[in-house]
């Protein structure tokens, strides 16, 4: 991705992105400061393979263990992606074997996504919602997939960068529906030149303040390049990951072949046999839809199954 056209570092750009991710609103201590717990810890795990849970993460958890609304696509999210998972735990607390069943990082993932989708389908016309939630959560899969299949990468950082670009796309639908629908029938989806003649802004910029107040790792600026899939700035093991996912999330998606990928990244190796696998994937879930149903998952649905 070439960003030569585009002045990354105007204050004016910035700031117009800072106000079009407040478009969330606020984001509530329990939700934050679990993130920013859980994906602490997960970036340890990145850097030395280890994923501790500790007295703190517990704490954090447990916090978002008291809101039904967040916890129960969380728990079917588990048991959807992890269900051997289940009947190896021995632990009675709720918020504590989620977070052993899952991992940090994943548990952070989910509670960070399913709040904004959940926050975003309260806010957003219903009529441009419905489409762009199916889309959210499909590339939150096409995400998944890419960390689960590819050795030394990371489903949840994968599921983390297939969906959070979607939030900044709900920013612009709240602001400027016309604009927005206009947008969408360009066939120019993450444009960066597109979207800053049209907002003064573009949708990592978005998507990094989101981030940041969510409370993943690293400033807004580092997570808008990440986001991007640009080369400049210092990034984390995290953040490193993040980006060569979304490079090559956009090739895929792109129907581009391997050797047409240009990757900042060497760190990975991807085989033509496993990089046509994984097209077979996205190819699958393309015509199917996504499985990912947890996410839409209601309270009441689950007191009616009970």
């Not at 795990?45 to 967040?70: P, W």
């Not at 219903?126 to 689960?148: C, P, R, T, V």
């Not at 959070?164 to 444009?191: C, G, H, I, P």
């Amino acid at each position: 991705m070439s960003n030569d056209t585009i002045e990354v570092n105007n204050p004016e750009s910035w700031s117009i992105g800072r106000r079009y991710a407040s478009l969330l609103g606020p984001i509530p201590s329990s939700v934050s400061g679990a993130i920013r717990a859980l994906w602490a810890n997960h970036d340890t795990y990145l850097e030395s393979g280890v994923d501790e849970y500790t007295g703190r993460i517990y704490s954090a958890v447990r916090r978002v263990d008291r809101s039904a609304v967040l916890k129960t696509p969380i728990y079917f999210a588990a048991l959807a992606l992890y269900s051997d998972k289940f009947s190896d735990t021995r632990e009675d607390d709720t918020s504590k074997a989620l977070v052993q069943i899952c991992g940090s990082g994943m548990f952070a993932t989910l509670l960070g996504l399913i709040y904004t989708h959940k926050r975003f389908s309260k806010v957003c016309k219903a009529e441009e919602w419905g489409e762009l939630s199916k889309e959210f959560i499909l590339n939150m899969e096409y995400g998944y997939q890419l960390g689960l299949q590819v050795e030394g990468f990371d489903p949840a950082i994968g599921m983390l960068a297939g969906g959070v670009r979607y939030t900044a796309l709900a920013t612009f639908l709240m602001r400027d529906r016309e604009s927005y629908n206009w947008y969408r029938v360009q066939d120019k989806l993450f444009n960066l030149e597109v979207e800053h003649k049209k907002w003064g802004c573009d949708h990592g910029q978005i998507a990094g303040y989101i981030m940041r107040a969510l409370g993943y790792s690293g400033d807004h600026m580092s997570c808008a390049y990440s986001i991007r899939g640009y080369v400049e700035s210092e990034l984390n093991k995290s953040q490193q990951l993040f980006r060569t996912m979304i490079q090559l999330l956009d090739v895929m998606l792109a129907g581009k072949s391997l050797n047409e990928a240009n990757f900042v990244s060497s760190e990975f190796t991807l085989s033509e046999d496993q990089y046509e696998a994984l097209a077979s994937t996205f190819k699958a879930l393309k015509a199917s839809g996504t499985s990912f149903d947890w996410m839409t998952r209601s309270v009441k649905e689950e007191e009616t199954s009970e």
